[in-house]
């Protein structure tokens, strides 16, 4: 108000008409989650030329977007930060681009309880999202399905790959959360990027839950459309102190066949098929 010298009754006004305008005209182009198999397989080729995961389909992870929820809704969005918030669920392609998100859901839940409900899910477990079939990894002729790469928030299938729990970890295990939380970090980058080209998301917004989610979903689109038409994101530093932040599995169960998944990736990332250069040296460092 005071930077743009507009009163803030007149800004509430039509923020919204242009946010709403925003995702109509451009969410069609600059938001759509692929559909085909040949996108998702250009998807995954990306992710294996910059991020060294063959046959992976996007990174997914959730983030809080906090505001100042009124009086009248109670603690319905109090969260575990002790704060109010909503949960922004995206995945997120090799590019720091967001492919799907869900936005809404109150904070008291966790990003696999966000994910168990949301279309995304759904999709996946109902075959609906048309993703390649499974096919051979490089070099091999063990053939594994395209997955999607996340936290131990998430379950463990056979299409959503997740760490190995960090209690007693072999050498090869190691490797594989080394490998796995090296895509993953593509979409925390991603919220990252966008939480600082567009800093009304650092801090608590003093809104309405619905004008929250508008102008989450504005800022993504807006995101996607620079990343796009201006500037394309990508880095290839190597994150080390990703390891340290691998948290403990949760309680979600796993089916043999997600585990089976898994494990061939795990032997995949330590065969010489699969290994890269650096992977020795960046789990030598983290344990000194």
Not at 150 to 166: C, S, V
Not at 236 to 253: D, F, K, M, T, Y
Request: proline fraction near 5%.
């Amino acid at each position: 108000m005071y930077s743009m010298r507009v009163h803030e009754s007149t800004i509430s006004k039509f923020l919204p008409i242009v946010c709403k305008s925003i995702i109509e005209k451009l969410r069609p182009i600059y938001l759509k989650t692929p559909n085909t198999k040949e996108q998702w397989k250009a998807t995954a080729d990306k992710f294996n030329e910059l991020w060294n995961f063959p046959n992976c389909l996007g990174a997914l992870d959730g983030r809080h977007i906090t505001f100042r929820a009124p009086i009248s809704d109670g603690s319905f969005y109090y969260n575990y930060k002790g704060s109010n918030s909503i949960v922004l669920l995206a995945l997120v392609n090799a590019n720091y681009m967001f492919t799907y998100v869900n936005i809404g859901v109150n904070g008291r839940i966790s990003d696999g309880g966000v994910f168990s409900r949301s279309n995304l899910c759904n999709g996946m477990k109902s075959n609906l999202l048309n993703f390649p079939e499974t096919v051979e990894l490089p070099g091999t002729t063990e053939k594994v399905p395209y997955v999607i790469v996340g936290d131990d928030a998430f379950p463990l299938l056979t299409n959503l790959m997740k760490p190995y729990p960090e209690r007693d970890l072999t050498h090869d295990c190691r490797i594989f959360n080394y490998r796995l939380s090296r895509a993953r970090r593509i979409v925390e980058n991603a919220f990252g990027i966008l939480a600082n080209r567009f800093r009304v998301l650092l801090n608590p917004i003093n809104l309405n839950v619905e004008k929250v989610e508008l102008i989450t979903l504005t800022c993504i689109i807006i995101h996607n459309f620079l990343a796009t038409e201006n500037v394309r994101y990508t880095d290839i530093n190597e994150p080390l102190e990703q390891l340290a932040r691998l948290s403990r599995q949760g309680g979600n169960r796993s089916s043999p066949a997600a585990r089976n998944v898994r494990d061939t990736y795990k032997q995949y990332f330590n065969s010489p098929q699969g290994i890269v250069d650096w992977q020795e040296n960046s789990i030598r460092m983290f344990n000194h």
